[in-house]
């Protein structure tokens, strides 16, 4: 009788975007989707734009009190995005 070595679909696929290079680029796709889903619809209805830049989410807000508001809150996103895509994505938020 042999032993198989069974690996898990999911593991293929990951370790072959590793390494292809692509494994970063998805995780901070999934995060940058992820935001209106995290900070909710009030707040996704004012972001003008968002995107990642050396492990930093920059967000543009068209409201100035919710960015000074945000601004004050930015470890507890930066956490929150995180484990919501499961992976260190980003280090830091900057809103504009």
Same mark, same amino acid.
């Given at each position: 009788?042999?032993?198989?070595?069974?690996?898990?679909?999911?593991?293929?696929?990951?370790?072959?975007?590793?390494?292809?290079?692509?494994?970063?680029?998805?995780?901070?796709?999934?995060?940058?989707?992820?935001?209106?889903?995290?900070?909710?619809?009030?707040?996704?209805?004012?972001?003008?734009?968002?995107?990642?830049?050396? #492990?930093?989410?920059?967000?543009?807000?068209?409201?100035?009190?919710?960015?000074?508001?945000?601004?004050?809150?930015? #470890?507890?996103?930066?956490?929150?995005?995180?484990?919501?895509?499961?992976?260190?994505?980003?280090?830091?938020?900057?809103?504009?």
């Amino acid at each position: 009788m042999f032993r198989r070595n069974s690996i898990l679909i999911r593991e293929i696929i990951l370790k072959n975007l590793r390494e292809q290079g692509l494994e970063t680029p998805l995780l901070q796709k999934r995060l940058v989707d992820a935001w209106p889903v995290v900070m909710g619809e009030a707040i996704a209805a004012l972001t003008v734009n968002c995107y990642i830049r050396n #492990q930093t989410l920059f967000v543009h807000l068209s409201n100035p009190a919710l960015r000074m508001e945000l601004s004050m809150q930015r #470890q507890d996103i930066v956490r929150r995005l995180n484990e919501h895509v499961g992976n260190q994505v980003i280090a830091d938020v900057r809103f504009h």
